[in-house]
């Protein structure tokens, strides 16, 4: 966890912050082994959303919370011990 937190502040430094626009914590989930799958149907999905990442902040944040984070916000795992550490087993065991 502190791996995390550690990598957090670089996240919001000033310097990164200037260049980023909505942190989220991330995992290789089955969801990404998914569309990791090199194939037509992904890489048209890739391409699409990529596009609508690339538009305005308001669609990126909903693609963001509503398709990209599994679970936990980084808000979530910033602010609740329990969350981060919930995080964490979940993001490693497995791997």
Known sequence: MSG???MAAVQ????????????FPAAYTDRVR???VVNNTNRILTTIAA???DGP???RHYM??????????FDDV????????A???KATIGV
Do not use: C, H, Q
């Open 34 to 36: 998914k569309i990791g």
């Open 51 to 53: 596009a609508l990442m």
């Open 12 to 23: 919001m430094s000033e310097a990164v912050r200037k260049v980023t626009d909505k942190p």
């Open 87 to 89: 995080f964490v087993r």
């Open 57 to 59: 902040a308001a669609l």
């Open 64 to 73: 963001i919370d509503n398709f990209v984070v599994e679970g936990f916000s």
């Open 78 to 85: 910033m602010n609740d011990d329990e969350a981060l550490e």
């Open 4 to 6: 995390f937190r550690k």
